[in-house]
């Protein structure tokens, strides 16, 4: 079946340095998302890229979608306490089933 | 969300317990997910629905059950067969698409006794 992996699983980010989260499929994608999971929280929606080769900004925050639809990856500059948390990355198949990867938990040093 | 409850907050189970955990919506999305979250292992899905009296098992099935007889409510029943219940149980909601954006609830934090 469709597997979603994301590396790292676990980063500790000086604040104010930038960093990056990969996100890898072993099947090409229709699309994928990414979220925002705060410590103690829910997932919370991120974006969506649907396009080979996309590229979306929000703020601080970059996403690529590869050419060949099976990976992606986003981008934080300048880190801020507020980054804190596990960003997932959830692809859908051409089953049209939707596959979390296992997230990148993220601690901003200050 | 505020248009997704989930109850209770916490929960306990005893052994050879079932208990049930809420879901309400007043999105009025159509399809609606359970997702168990266990350290470093992401979510993975339990049960969804995609119509009112109707459902499919996802990836980890064995040991839970569901029914959908409202659009606006997705309850998921825990059995005494998950012999690991204990985890952080997400119910989300999602327009008709499959790849419509996922709208979480806050959990219910499962425990065993």
């Known amino acids: 079946g469709q597997q979603v992996m994301q590396i790292p699983q676990y980063q500790h980010v000086q604040e104010g340095e930038d960093f990056t989260t990969y996100c890898n499929s072993s099947?090409?994608?229709?699309?994928i998302q990414w979220y925002k999971q705060r410590p103690g929280g829910h997932p919370v929606f991120l974006i969506q890229?649907?396009?080979?080769?996309e590229v979306k900004k929000q703020k601080r925050l970059t996403f690529q979608f590869g050419e060949a639809k099976k990976n992606s990856s986003l981008h934080i500059t300048a880190t801020q306490t507020t980054d804190v948390g596990t960003y997932f990355c959830?692809?859908?198949?051409?089953?049209?089933?939707?596959?979390f990867g296992k997230g990148n938990q993220v601690v901003v040093i200050p | 969300d505020g248009g997704i409850t989930q109850s209770p907050k916490y929960l306990f189970r005893k052994e050879g317990q079932n208990v049930t955990l809420s879901c309400e919506q007043n999105?009025?999305?159509?399809?609606m997910y359970w997702y168990r979250q266990d350290p470093g292992q992401g979510l993975r899905l339990i049960y969804y629905?995609?119509?009112?009296?109707?459902?499919q098992k996802g990836d980890i099935a064995e040991g839970y059950s569901v029914s959908r007889e409202k659009k606006e409510s997705f309850p998921l029943t825990v059995t005494s067969a998950q012999k690991n219940p204990t985890a952080f149980y997400l119910c989300?909601?999602?327009?008709?698409?499959?790849?419509?954006?996922?709208?979480f609830g806050s959990g219910t934090q499962l425990s065993v006794l």
């Open positions: 959830a692809g859908t198949d051409g089953n049209n089933r939707l596959a």
């Open positions: 099947t090409t994608l229709s699309n």
């Open positions: 890229l649907v396009k080979s080769g």
């Open positions: 999105l009025n999305h159509d399809a």
């Open positions: 629905s995609q119509i009112v009296n109707d459902f």
């Open positions: 989300a909601t999602a327009g008709r698409e499959a790849d419509e954006k996922l709208f």
